[in-house]
């Protein structure tokens, strides 16, 4: 990289911030007293990466993604998971025209941003159809491919307490989301302002500051950032730690996870304190900044064993303990 092109990145970098900080403020318009939920979701946009929402209802889980995808000027597009979805009702189906013809009829899988809400209410068949897209960002359909249309991101949304007649997502496809984010609820003084702000009748409109293309290039854009070797050396060494019975596993990891977290995990600690290091001003990121991202992306790799369950142990308190 020559010393013009390093200037323009710098430049380009210092107008991300900005704008990133200008559409935090569009989307609390609407979305009140959830700072970092909302901060993490937009890492993993800028990260190129999917994202598993958890909450209790009503905790905006729908209308934060649905609020994201009016700010960046995406197209949105829902999927309600249920037990009877199928997976041609996601990727699309091939029909007969008036000419006899097969004419293929997009699915809702052909947007930008994604919500798949409540994820876990349909079959892991239905599941599954999601995977190709996850990744290979295209779908197959009688055995010819269609393209998705970029950026593309799956924000995925579950509830906690009702289990019975869910089906969980399996390792595998858990693995392809970047980020899990555990949503709480508001302190008094936010949930005060959310009744406030939904019951005066008053409706805040968001403005639209980014667009498909500009995503795309901040994307790139902070692949390139530069890593210290020690951050690397942290971020594989710190999802080695959670593989049980290996050399760097501490007590609570061999005694409570049967499977640890692989090779995808480090990459997203890196992916992740790239975005966060850039969007807090930073031009390099820091053990910091991929100890911000650790919990967002370990907790759901980690398998617990029947004797956490049993005693009650979280992922999160496994996670810490490993710093």
Not at 245 to 273: D, F
Request: aromatic share 8%; charged share 25%.
């Amino acid at each position: 990289m020559n010393e013009q092109e390093f200037k323009s990145d710098i430049e380009a970098l210092e107008n991300l911030v900005q704008n990133y900080k200008n559409l935090t403020l569009e989307i609390k318009k609407i979305i009140i007293g959830q700072d970092d939920i909302i901060k993490f979701v937009l890492i993993s946009i800028f990260s190129n990466g999917h994202c598993l929402l958890i909450g209790v209802p009503g905790l905006a889980k729908t209308l934060l993604i649905k609020t994201v995808a009016e700010a960046l000027d995406l197209k949105y597009s829902r999927i309600q998971f249920t037990p009877d979805l199928m997976p041609s009702d996601i990727t699309g189906s091939e029909i007969l025209d008036e000419k006899k013809d097969f004419k293929f009829i997009k699915g809702p899988i052909f947007g930008n941003i994604i919500l798949a809400d409540e994820i876990n209410r349909t079959p892991p068949k239905t599941q599954s159809a999601l995977l190709e897209a996850m990744q290979e960002k295209n779908v197959t359909v009688s055995g010819m491919n269609h393209k998705l249309s970029e950026p593309f991101f799956v924000l995925a949304t579950q509830n906690p307490i009702e289990q019975e007649g869910t089906y969980p997502l399996p390792e595998a496809q858990l693995d392809r989301f970047m980020f899990n984010i555990l949503l709480d609820y508001p302190t008094i003084e936010a949930e005060i302002d959310i009744v406030k702000q939904t019951t005066s009748g008053v409706e805040k409109k968001v403005n639209k500051l980014f667009d498909g293309d500009e995503i795309i290039y901040f994307q790139n854009l902070l692949r390139k950032i530069p890593v210290p070797d020690n951050v690397i050396d942290y971020a594989v060494k710190l999802a080695g730690k959670t593989r049980p019975n290996t050399g760097t596993a501490n007590n609570k990891v061999n005694e409570y996870i049967s499977w640890g977290a692989g090779p995808r995990a480090s990459q997203y600690l890196i992916i992740g304190a790239k975005s966060h290091a850039a969007l807090s001003g930073k031009f390099s990121p820091d053990i910091e900044d991929v100890r911000a991202v650790s919990l967002m992306v370990l907790r759901h790799r980690l398998v617990k064993n029947y004797k956490a369950e049993a005693e009650g142990i979280s992922t999160d308190e496994i996670i810490k303990s490993l710093f």
